[in-house]
């Protein structure tokens, strides 16, 4: 695992926060559940690409809410403290990473 500039956000996560991410996440997991199940019963190909699909786009829409409130929240707090530049830094390494 990397080091990071924090282990903690600058701000936690309200309860509301937490639990549409989870609600999210718990989603994405039955949909591959779904997927699984799919391959089991020797589903048309197409179908479980289509649904790999929609599993993609779901977690890539959950990496940007999270993203969101990393700048909002961490980056924004960081410029403040004088240490904008390392965790602007920080940011763009993960985000290659969503990139490829």
């Known amino acids: ?14 309860q509301d926060e937490k639990q549409a991410v989870m609600n999210r996440l718990k989603r994405i997991e039955g949909q591959v559940r779904g997927i699984q199940k799919m391959v089991e019963e020797d ?3 197409m179908d479980i690409l289509v649904q790999i699909s ?11 809410s999270v993203t969101e ?5 961490c980056v ?22 969503f990139s490829k």
């Not at 695992?1 to 309200?14: C, G, I, N, V």
């Not at 403290?81 to 965790?87: A, K």
């Open 1 to 14: 695992m990397t080091d990071f500039l924090h282990d903690k956000p600058a701000k936690p996560r309200t």
């Open 43 to 45: 589903r048309y190909c």
């Open 54 to 64: 929609a599993i993609q786009s779901a977690l890539k829409n959950v990496g940007y």
């Open 69 to 73: 409130r990393h700048i909002k929240h």
């Open 76 to 97: 924004s707090d960081a410029i403040k403290q004088g240490e904008g530049e390392d965790t602007i830094d920080e940011l763009m390494s993960v985000m290659r990473q």
